[in-house]
Antibody, heavy 117, light 106 residues
């Protein structure tokens, strides 16, 4: 049984950075893609970026270029998402998700990131 | 980026109803279209992938169809646990993009 377990909630100041982790158990991450999706309060889902650990090269939407970095540690089956220069509109629930083929079939429980002065 | 447009943004239905949600892509995505269900306070769950393939464990009252730019998700015989939000997502090209969501309410 595959489980994705994310790190705990974070409260950050504007301009700072946050790094959220997602550990996969019950399976290897080598052969799958991993993505990060966020959801602002009361809003829809937004793709933050993804990585295929076997290949190592991440992909990000233009909107986040330069502010987000997604990495994967194959030895610990853990994926990380770092978001820099935080703004108040980055306040959201951040989910990691595993891609089986092209769809996200397993999701983490979510990590609430609050950006507030 | 490919824009995904869902309609309606919300709908009101009753138990036993048949409900249809539409998702349109701004360009052809073949059948690279997935549907997710999300209940309040929970992570999304996969319902349908590749436009029409039912994810393991999902009830057969959920079905999907479509190719190219137009897709539909249908729920027949609406059950209490189906009242939730539904999102389409294209997996044809990076960046992945989601529809804005459809809330199904009683």
């Amino acid at each position: 049984q595959v489980h994705l377990v994310q790190s705990g909630a974070e409260v950050k100041k504007p301009g700072s950075s946050v790094k959220v982790s997602c550990k996969t158990s019950g399976g290897t991450i080598n052969s799958y893609g991993l993505a990060w999706v966020r959801q602002a309060p009361g809003q829809g889902l937004e793709w933050v970026g993804g990585i295929i650990p076997m290949f190592g090269k991440p992909s990000y939407p233009q909107k986040f270029h330069g502010r987000v970095t997604i990495t994967a540690d194959k030895s610990t089956s853990t994926t990380y998402m770092e978001l820099r220069n935080l703004r108040s509109d980055d306040t959201a629930m951040y989910y990691c998700a595993r891609a089986s083929r092209c769809e996200y079939d397993h999701w983490g429980q979510g990590t609430l990131v609050t950006v507030s002065s | 980026d490919i824009q995904m447009t869902q309609s309606p943004s919300s709908l009101t239905a009753s138990l036993g109803d048949r409900v249809t949600i539409t998702c349109r892509a701004s360009q052809s995505i073949d059948n690279f279209l997935n549907w997710y269900q999300q209940k309040p306070g929970r992570a999304p769950t996969l319902l349908i992938y590749s436009s029409s393939s039912l994810q393991t464990g999902v009830p057969s009252r959920f079905s999907g169809i479509g190719y190219g730019t137009e897709f539909t998700l249908t729920i027949t015989n609406l059950q209490p646990e189906d009242f939730a939000s539904y999102y389409c997502q294209q997996s044809y090209i990076m960046p992945r993009t989601f529809g804005q969501g459809t809330r199904v309410e009683i």
